[in-house]
């Protein structure tokens, strides 16, 4: 459905030292499964391959925070979590939601097999195993602290190739009358908006309730209620249950099944106009890149994202057109973006310079990060969002401005 080419996976970073090597690259290309309608890439690279250290600490985005905050007190509240319940978070990361679990004094575990951010959960006092989940690993887990009351997958259903094989090991860590929360970007979202970006290496599938229902029936679980959330430019969640004690499903799986059946996503050629909306996408940022070059605008990026990597190489976006990004995880700071080597500095490098444009790569945080930089506003500093189409933005109201005078315009605008 989607060729974005051929492109390096979106978290190998590079170093100083690693610029004269040759990177490794992989095709990039959407697929449809007919039977299950399931959108997927093919898993040419495995979680050990990106997950064993990773670049991505959630901590550092706050409105992420703030999000598994409200998630905590809002799955308390609905399951009745206390000091005699446990919570299992699977792909913990850096203790980012099972902190908000702790200060409920409610007994918790995370399972996450990146080194390095599985050392910082534990730094908050996150009990964490650090390993990735497998049927073998689930039923461990089980036999040493019990059956969980709510397990939780936030952002890691479609980092896996395996996904019944995951699936089942959710079953097995869930207690007969427990819940699974499971949150996913929609691909109602990808297609409906073009977020091309949402495709890297790390994520090998693409969810609608169509397929979400098939894979969690073939573990045992019945899915019994979804949420329509606004992270990452438009997520799902899904609530499921084990299927010999799952209640009535909510009317919203309905609704929302029915709302996918709208968009087409029900049929192959549903997923048609995805592509040339996609380029349309691309030629519109290179053309105000160059015409920024050609102006002699000072250009940067904000954020370094796996979304960022997937449009920088995509649309051949290099130095000489996008010169650095800055980025708050200082993990990133001093390496190079996997594909396009641009370099990467801390954002206080924006305030240094004073760049006349910003092209946001992590634009599904547009309201948190326009509030960061209203700041840049103070010289006359706008921000650049690609998707879903292409505005320039005034940081300090946070709205959308003209374009300037023959910058960035299509042909029938010129």
Not at 72 to 90: I, K, Y
Not at 155 to 167: C, E, K, L, R, S
Not at 317 to 330: C, E, H, M, Q, T
Request: hydrophobic fraction near 45%; glycine fraction near 8%; aromatic fraction near 8%.
């Amino acid at each position: 459905m989607l060729d974005l080419g051929a492109t390096p996976p979106c978290e190998r970073f590079l170093t100083a030292a690693e610029l004269d090597a040759a990177e490794q690259t992989y095709p990039l290309h959407v697929r449809l499964c007919r039977r299950c309608l399931l959108l997927q890439i093919p898993a040419l690279i495995t979680p050990e391959d990106t997950f064993t250290e990773y670049a991505y600490f959630s901590s550092f985005s706050t409105s992420w925070v703030d999000h598994a905050r409200r998630f905590v007190a809002d799955a308390t509240d609905r399951l009745g979590l206390d000091g005699d319940s446990l919570v299992v978070e699977v792909a913990a990361n850096d203790g980012y939601l099972l902190q908000h679990v702790l200060d409920r004094k409610i007994p918790c575990l995370g399972i996450e097999p990146s080194t390095n951010v599985s050392a910082e959960a534990v730094r908050r006092g996150v009990p964490v195993v650090n390993d990735f989940l497998t049927e073998p690993l689930a039923r461990r887990v089980r036999e040493q602290h019990g059956p969980a009351d709510l397990v939780v997958a936030n952002n890691v259903w479609a980092h896996i190739p395996d996904v019944a094989g995951f699936t089942r090991a959710l079953r097995t860590l869930v207690a007969d009358d427990g819940r699974i929360s499971i949150e996913v970007h929609h691909a109602l979202n990808l297609v409906a908006d073009a977020q091309f970006d949402t495709v890297y290496h790390e994520h090998f599938q693409y969810w609608t309730v169509l397929a979400a229902r098939g894979a969690l029936t073939a573990a045992d679980l019945s899915l019994v209620d979804v949420e329509l959330i606004p992270t990452h430019g438009g997520s799902i969640r899904f609530w499921a249950a084990p299927a010999e004690h799952a209640p009535t499903p909510s009317p919203r799986v309905g609704a929302v099944a029915d709302a996918e059946r709208a968009a087409g996503l029900d049929r192959v050629d549903g997923y048609a106009g995805l592509a040339p909306r996609v380029s349309r996408i691309r030629r519109d940022l290179v053309r105000l890149l160059i015409d920024a070059a050609d102006a002699g605008l000072k250009v940067a990026g904000y954020g370094a994202p796996g979304k960022g990597q997937t449009l920088l190489n995509f649309c051949g976006i290099r130095p000489d057109l996008l010169p650095y990004l800055v980025d708050r995880n200082p993990y990133k700071h001093g390496r190079f973006t996997p594909g396009t080597r641009i370099p990467i500095r801390p954002v206080e490098q924006l305030y240094a310079d004073r760049p006349d444009l910003v092209v946001v790569l992590p634009w599904n945080l547009r309201e948190e990060i326009t509030h960061q930089l209203a700041g840049i506003a103070e010289w006359g500093g706008r921000l650049v969002f690609a998707q879903p189409t292409l505005q320039i933005v005034d940081p300090a109201t946070g709205a959308p401005t003209p374009l300037p005078t023959g910058l960035g315009a299509s042909p029938a605008e010129r």
